[in-house]
């Protein structure tokens, strides 16, 4: 397992943007395909975004797609999400993991994921 550490959630208001950070000392990183996903109070944890290790591909849920993006520095051992236009639905706890198991013919949030950091708390009020 990669050792990642998520930061940069907060409470805002609806229509505000956040940019979260997931970063590891793992010097593999660079080799990895990684994602974001998130779990609000009694829901399942649901897919996100991710993004192909150098980072030339980017995939993303309905839910958040045109507002989201996904992105990484190889060089700083991080991944990104950049959240615009939140609404309270986006409300949950936000994770990354590495892709351990991935498909072109699968979607991204089919894909395998695991070790995942401890998450970082996103609340927007209304």
């Known amino acids: 397992q990669v050792p990642v550490v998520e930061s940069g959630g907060g409470l805002v208001q609806a229509g505000a943007s956040l940019k979260l950070s997931c970063v590891t000392s793992?010097?593999?990183?660079?080799?990895?395909?990684m994602g974001w996903h998130r779990q609000a109070p009694g829901k399942e944890r649901e897919f996100v975004a991710a993004?192909?290790?150098?980072?030339?591909?980017?995939y993303y849920s309905n839910a958040v797609k045109g507002r989201f993006t996904v992105s990484r520095d190889n060089a700083k051992n991080t991944m990104y999400l950049e959240m615009n236009a939140l609404k309270p639905e986006d409300s949950a706890l936000y994770y990354c993991?590495?892709?351990?198991?991935?498909?072109?013919?699968?979607?991204?949030?089919?894909?395998?994921?695991?070790?995942w950091g401890p998450g970082t708390q996103v609340t927007v009020g209304s």
């Open positions: 993991a590495t892709v351990v198991h991935s498909s072109s013919w699968m979607g991204a949030h089919q894909w395998s994921y695991d070790g």
């Open positions: 793992d010097h593999t990183f660079s080799n990895l395909y």
């Open positions: 993004i192909t290790d150098t980072g030339s591909n980017t």
